[in-house]
């Protein structure tokens, strides 16, 4: 069964503190894996795509990578603007190009 | 750019009453329309998407239906809703597969 699992559920840092989430994936066939940002109250805002392994993207403080089991998100000196929910999702050759299977996200809460 | 509106923000409902919720999307033709429902404590799951005007497809069985009348317009509509129904409904587009989603704001619906 395809699954996403996203860790830790919640992070607290302090401004400055960098640090990592973890997206790990079972899925047959990735085609693509998505990260997103939510605010309280929002729709997810879109982030990076990533296709294969080895690819990395990057976006002010955020560094996205990819292996073949799992994404990080890595966070370089956050600053309080950085607090939110951080959602990844997959799309599988066996769920179709369609369907994005997403995680139930990591609370990052960054401390002045 | 494009944009994706969604109306109302929020919405309470008692059980057995109607539903429509509306999306339209602007500045791009032909795009891939979404509808999620992210429960608490839950990744979003997909309900429909449609790539063209009249064509649905349902990844759910539920007690809800979806349209799109115009290019860029999709309905999100019940006949009775239950208070399974509750939760927070988002509407995505695309511009096609394996591309990211971009989402709206979202409706808040309480069944009461």
């Known amino acids: 069964e395809d699954q996403v699992t996203q860790s830790p559920e919640a992070l607290r840092l302090q401004e400055g503190e960098s640090s990592s989430l973890n997206c790990s994936y079972t899925?047959?066939?990735?085609?693509?894996l998505f990260w997103y940002r939510q605010d309280p109250g929002k729709g997810p805002e879109f982030l990076f795509t990533?296709?294969?392994a080895g690819e990395e993207k990057e976006k002010e403080r955020l560094k996205a990578t990819l292996t073949k089991k799992e994404s990080f998100l890595h966070i370089t000196a956050p600053k309080p603007e950085d607090s939110a929910t951080y959602l990844c999702?997959?799309?599988?050759?066996?769920?179709?190009?369609?369907?994005?299977?997403f995680g139930t996200g990591t609370r990052l809460t960054v401390i002045p | 750019s494009q944009t994706i509106h969604q109306w109302p923000a929020t919405l309470v409902q008692p059980v057995g009453s109607p539903l429509s919720l509306e999306c339209t999307v602007e500045?791009?033709?032909?795009?891939?329309l979404y509808w999620y429902r992210q429960a608490a404590g839950r990744g979003l799951q997909l309900l429909f998407y449609?790539?063209?005007?009249?064509?649905i497809s349902s990844e759910v069985p539920q007690n809800l239906s979806a349209s799109r009348p115009q290019d860029r317009q999709f309905i999100l509509s019940s006949k009775k809703l239950l208070l399974s129904d509750s939760g927070f409904y988002l509407c995505?587009?695309?511009?096609?597969?394996?591309?990211?989603?971009?989402f709206g704001d979202g409706t808040r619906l309480s069944i009461l």
């Open positions: 995505a587009w695309s511009k096609g597969p394996l591309q990211p989603q971009h």
């Open positions: 899925v047959s066939g990735l085609r693509g």
């Open positions: 990533l296709y294969s």
């Open positions: 999702a997959v799309q599988a050759a066996q769920t179709g190009a369609n369907n994005l299977f």
């Open positions: 500045g791009t033709s032909n795009p891939n």
């Open positions: 449609s790539v063209g005007i009249g064509q």
